[in-house]
């Protein structure tokens, strides 16, 4: 397997897919589209009788049960193929590790580029491991073409493996995920699975049915541009406006200082000069109740400044992106008990934590289609540092397989587990 899942991953991250949060359109970028047609392509070369790719570019793909009924339900395994925009990810050149000593990784000699234990502590859980990780000049893309391979081999070996019971088995590859739109066209009755599973999470063993709320604000500020030499009691710096207003939101709520269930405001953007400024904030909480005081709070630091500097200096919107999964998981929960187990049959220990993200999993779920998230195996992303370990990415198929099996096993009284 080892090598399969290694030609695969090396493949698709050769492949540019970076996703861009400016767009008007859908897919974002064009180039998205050429790794979804490759995973069609690939499906069917594999045998897969049923694939579609739609106007959207979604791929979905189904293998019919080979049990007797009661048919078990429909399984569906879901991965995203965009990269984020916040690092290059065109010319990516992997590097592979093997037999990883837990020591310093030169990612980059020329510009000292080093992944360190030091900095990254979970790089010892490796030790012994093979690993793939950056140059130092691009992200590595595990996130999420880890998953797609994983995805990718399993059901290389449902297909050519027909004494795999199984029920029916939904796949499914999208677009735009890392900004927020990956499941904005989805069609759940059409991919027909009643639960899933995006492969979508970090280190081994990782499993989430919690993610955070979700929302996004824009501020923009209007100022006052007198001549500086005349400005006392007339200008009003948006600039300064701007540093005011960051500086009125809680200085410990930012994605540097807090961690597990703690919620933050993350300044991604800041632009502007003395007539006019503008921010963008993420606001996340796993809360709901500390969510919707986030948002009210920008509100109120808007209007603490607009009553400091006149009505309309300073403008909120607010829009929501996502919510937390849990809510809708949970009244469904065998499916993640059904997932600790498969891990466990794997020689997996199962970590079950909360997402400091999101997935398409956390909006599908409110789509009626439940759906948790399982290792892809992968650390740092987003980053240069980005690495995943090549037996995490080996345990994963496992993990699929076993899933796919204990589903089967469920409705038909076998036992399962590889």
Known sequence: MADTILERFLRYVAIDTQSDGEAKVFPSTEKQLHLLRLLADELRAAGVPEVSMDEHGYVMARIAANVPAPLPPSVGFIAHVDTSPDMPGCG????????????????????????????????????????????????????????????????????????LKHGDICIGFTPDEEIGHGVDCFDVAKFGATYAYTVDGGGLGELEYENFNAASAQVRIQGKSIHPG?????????????????????????????????????????????EKAAMHYLIRDHDREKFEAR????????????????AGTVSVEVKDQYYNMRAQVEPHFHIVELAIRAMQQAGVKPLVRPIRGGTDGSRLSYMNLPCPNIFAGGHNFHGKYEFVSLQAMEKAVTVILNIVSLFAAQATGRQAGR
């Open 295 to 310: 948002k009210e709070l920008v509100q109120q630091r808007a209007g603490i400044l607009n009553a400091k500097y006149g």
């Open 92 to 163: 990516v050149r992997p590097k592979i590790v093997e037999r990883y000593e837990g020591t310093d990784i030169v990612l980059n000699k020329e510009k000292n580029i080093v992944l360190s234990p030091a900095a990254f502590p979970e790089l010892r859980e490796y030790t012994g491991h093979t690993l793939i990780t950056t140059d130092g000049t691009t992200l590595l893309g595990a996130d999420d073409k880890a998953g797609i391979a994983e995805i990718m081999c399993a059901v290389e070996h449902i297909v050519s493996h027909p004494e």
């Open 230 to 274: 005349y400005a006392k009691n007339k200008m009003v710096n948006a600039l300064q406006v701007a540093a005011e207003f960051n500086a009125l939101l809680p200085a410990t709520d930012r994605p540097e200082h807090t961690e597990g269930y703690e919620g933050f405001f993350h300044l991604v953007h800041m632009a502007g000069e003395v």
